[in-house]
T-cell receptor, first 110, second 114 residues
Framework: DQQVKQNSPSLSVQEGRISILNCDYT??????FLWYKKYPAEGPTFLIS?????DKNEDGRFTVFLNKSAKHLSLHIVPSQPGDSAVYFC?????????FGTGTRLQVFP | NAGVTQTPKFQVLKTGQSMTLQCAQD?????MSWYRQDPGMGLRLIHY???????DQGEVPNGYNVSRSTTEDFPLRLLSAAPSQTSVYFC?????????????FGDGTRLSIL
């Protein structure tokens, strides 16, 4: 029973354009939603978060959107840069669960 | 500024062998946890600890033991390794557990069980 799904295992985007990564979830009780980025041979690093009471949070080139009615979380990266090429995981928290998505590999090409 | 340090980075074991994966953090974080990452399955929580002397099971605890005698260290033990435990293991720490406090991850231990 996969409560969090990242349906696109990979995404390829040209440098300068927008990258959109998505997570869908089934449990409405999550309190916080986070995005992590992971480079090969390194641990995941925190990128940006949003609480369930908000629908948008921005940090520089990164914006996270939460659509609670659709149970959908997305990460927008604008403009995309080659250094953004990595695997991106969404992470969902509530009081007794912590669930990672399966990851989306983003490749930004020149 | 070490953060979360995991050792070893790579290990090959034979079925039935035992091993301890080490994790240490220097940020005085209360919360520490172990995950395994398998292809197509994201990261899954094995065990976690909300402070010294306190541990609890995560999503996939079978075959693993943990202890937390100090704030800094959170070792993961495989008592009798099985091929199904071949995976990449990540240790993480944060100031609080189950909140929006971002977790800090180590660089991982790649473990192969033959």
């Amino acid at each position: 029973d996969q409560q969090v799904k990242q349906n696109s295992p990979s995404l390829s985007v040209q440098e300068g354009r927008i990258s959109i990564l998505n997570c869908d979830y089934t449990n409405s009780m999550f309190d916080y939603f986070l995005w992590y980025k992971k480079y090969p041979a390194e641990g995941p690093t925190f990128l940006i978060s949003i609480s369930s009471i908000k629908d948008k949070n921005e940090d520089g080139r990164f914006t996270v959107f939460l659509n609670k009615s659709a149970k959908h979380l997305s990460l927008h990266i604008v403009p995309s840069q080659p250094g953004d090429s990595a695997v991106y995981f969404c992470l969902f928290y509530n009081t007794d669960k912590l669930i990672f998505g399966t990851g989306t590999r983003l490749q930004v090409f020149p | 500024n070490a953060g979360v340090t995991q050792t070893p980075k790579f290990q090959v074991l034979k079925t039935g062998q035992s091993m301890t994966l080490q994790c240490a953090q220097d940020m005085n974080h209360e919360y520490m946890s172990w995950y395994r990452q398998d292809p197509g399955m994201g990261l899954r929580l094995i065990h976690y600890s909300v402070g010294a002397g306190i541990t609890d099971q995560g999503e996939v605890p079978n075959g693993y033991n943990v202890s937390r005698s100090t704030t800094e260290d959170f070792p993961l033990r495989l008592l009798s390794a099985a091929p199904s435990q071949t995976s990449v293991y990540f240790c993480a720490s944060s100031r609080q557990g189950y909140s929006n406090q971002p977790q800090h991850f180590g660089d991982g231990t790649r473990l192969s069980i033959l």
